[in-house]
């Protein structure tokens, strides 16, 4: 496999929750990540804190929306068991990097499982 599924589920989110912006939107967003910020689409989960900066430069306050659109599409794509609320106290990042801890534990500990059957 070319990229990490997680890797993959993410860019989907990211890309569901830009598109609750519209389609026009959702491509010049992407058109100024990568002019303005130099972030391309494939790079965003590898940097992950510089689309969050550059997603709350673009859009100020209004930045939380957004976060919360991917967020919401995240929690969907990895079947989380309410582990984390979306309402909890962790910034985008911090819950974007505590559903991928949870997304590989989950899935290492399936491959031990698959092994040692």
């Given at each position: 496999?070319?990229?990490?599924?997680?890797?993959?589920?993410?860019?989907?989110?990211?890309?569901?929750?830009?598109?609750?912006?519209?389609?026009?939107?959702?491509?010049?967003?992407?058109?100024?990540?990568?002019?303005?910020?130099?972030?391309?689409k494939?790079?965003?989960?590898?940097?992950?804190?510089?689309f969050?900066?550059?997603?709350e430069?673009?859009?100020?306050q209004?930045?939380?929306?957004?976060?919360?659109?991917?967020?919401?599409?995240?929690?969907?794509?990895?079947?989380?068991?309410?582990?984390?609320?979306?309402s909890?106290?962790?910034?985008?990042?911090?819950?974007?990097s505590?559903?991928?801890?949870?997304?590989?534990d989950?899935?290492?500990?399936?491959?031990?499982?698959e092994k040692?059957?």
């Amino acid at each position: 496999m070319s990229r990490n599924t997680f890797e993959k589920i993410l860019l989907e989110a990211v890309d569901e929750g830009l598109s609750s912006l519209g389609e026009s939107s959702r491509q010049a967003i992407y058109f100024h990540l990568n002019e303005k910020f130099n972030i391309k689409k494939l790079e965003i989960p590898e940097n992950i804190e510089a689309f969050a900066g550059a997603v709350e430069n673009i859009f100020g306050q209004g930045a939380s929306y957004l976060e919360t659109a991917i967020m919401k599409q995240l929690h969907k794509k990895v079947g989380q068991k309410d582990k984390w609320h979306l309402s909890s106290d962790l910034t985008f990042v911090e819950y974007v990097s505590a559903v991928q801890r949870s997304f590989r534990d989950r899935n290492d500990s399936g491959k031990m499982t698959e092994k040692v059957f």
